[in-house]
């Protein structure tokens, strides 16, 4: 898990979540609305309407491009049930929240090294 990760507020452009997501190396933007948790933004996201036809990518905005209704997480739910509903459902992340706080974000990546972890450790 990323604690405290980067968050981009949904009205803010989409050019500025791609800067961000190059400048911090980061797959998954937590998106917010006056702090509290409204979408998840993924590259695959982005890539997705980049290639489109006609699009004016400077127009668009995060809230605009996002997945709303993210997958939430409260800091004691235990991993297999959480890797259990991302790979259900497909997630590439999920956040972790407590109190409406984004306390972290858990991705494919941190399970595929939990994963490895755990295979390495029964060599």
């Known amino acids: 898990m ?31 609305h006056d702090g509290e948790l409204v979408g998840t933004l993924s590259d695959r996201d982005v890539a997705r309407i980049v290639a489109l036809p006609g699009i004016e ?37 999920a956040v972790v929240v407590d109190g409406g706080k984004i306390l972290g974000i858990f991705t494919v990546s941190d399970a595929l090294s939990a994963f490895a972890d755990t295979l390495d450790a029964g060599a």
């Open 57 to 93: 990518v400077a127009a668009l905005t995060v809230g605009d491009v996002m997945s709303p209704d993210p997958y939430a997480v409260a800091p004691e739910t235990p991993l297999a049930e959480v890797v259990g509903e991302m790979a259900a459902h497909h997630y590439g992340s």
């Open 2 to 32: 990323t604690s405290s990760p980067h968050t981009i507020e949904s009205a803010q452009a989409l050019t500025l979540a791609r800067q961000r997501m190059r400048a911090y190396s980061v797959r998954h933007l937590p998106v917010v």
